[in-house]
């Protein structure tokens, strides 16, 4: 909860095993105002699954009782917080059973109680340490916390309450450890780039499920849908006891500045989503880029790239978008010189002469034709052949 707590908050502390506080002083305005905030809270609570009851008070002890009490409120100021203290019963306190029992038997069981009794006695009786507690709830003292330090890098571990042999159901209990970790990415101002889901077997090694994107990010919609993508084409060996989900890469990410107009254009990691669907439903290797080189033949004029990898270019010819695996043979019917057969020309020729250093001489006329439905080619015959075309590429 102390990972998931990060994106609202950078200072976050462990009370105990099963409280964390939050100092939200800081950040009511970012996130609307109080209301708000613990409206955002509590939604997220229930779909990570948590029960928890949120109580919200000016000081950290103060908030920690009212919650043990069960109290989910919002006190606004001292004097309203002495007043909702008072009726709490002192067991709540992070006291020895001994003390409590010990005020119990003179009739001491609220803060209240405690409150009508002098000080002098109660220091020499008990110690300091159950005035100071008090004290620090009504804010009467500081109540400095130990920060919570994330770790350097996010794995964490959910056994499913019985095991399961579909991948369907997993995402269910993938979403909360998904929840967790976009909270620890915001508290990190990063964005991941690799993820690792380990699908643990009773009596088999686990199944590794790697989803890579190809930009940083920490959307949790985002990241299950790809891991919805990728589950898709995983068959189960046995059925799954445990999921394990680990961040292996990270990359800081930081906030962006909005424009005073909108703007109506994706951020930059917006623009890889559809990317990023295909490569996890089609494989990483079938899903590339098209990068430029230097080479005046066709065939090497592109070459694959890894997606996002691919740098701008420019090119003054006028080249096909759909080029062919290899260029095809036309019929001899199909093209005439001029506008009188099913192929009509309308540029050309373009003169390529080169390769002769690698053993791919190429020496051939490029035209480009138009046939009847009006699709634009791009065809070429050889240099010392007139007669044999072939087609090689197909305009948008």
Known sequence: MALWAGQFTPTVSIASGNEVLLEIGGCL???????????????????????????????????????????????????????????????????PADTIATLAGMGVHTIRDYLALPRDGLARRFGQRLLDEIDRA????????????????????????????????????????????????????????QLRFELEHADRGATRVAVGLSAANRDAAHLLTLLREKLATVELPAPVETIRLIATETRPLGSHNRSLFADQRPAAEDRWRVIEHLRARLGADAVYGLGMFPDHRPELALRRVPAGKAQDGGCDLYRPLWLLARPLPLKTGDLLPQADGPLTLLDGPERIESGWWDDFDVTRDYFVARDDSGVKLWIFRERND???????????
């Open 29 to 95: 305005r970012l996130f609307g105002g109080l209301r708000q905030l613990g409206g955002r809270i509590r939604t997220d609570l229930r779909e990570l699954g948590y029960h928890a009851v949120v109580a919200v008070a000016p000081t950290a002890t103060g908030a920690l009782l009212l919650s043990r009490a069960g109290i989910a409120t919002c006190v606004g100021d001292r004097h309203e917080l002495r007043r909702a203290l008072a009726p709490l019963r002192l067991r709540l306190l992070d006291q």
């Open 138 to 193: 009504l804010g009467h003292l500081p109540d400095p916390r130990p920060p919570f330090i994330p770790p350097a890098r996010y794995a964490a571990a959910l056994e499913l309450p019985a095991p399961v042999q579909e991948t369907e159901p997993l995402l269910f209990a993938a979403k909360r450890l998904i929840l967790e970790l976009a909270g620890y990415l915001a508290m990190k101002q990063a964005g991941v780039t």
């Open 386 to 396: 007139q007669k044999n075309w072939f087609l090689h590429g197909l305009f948008a």
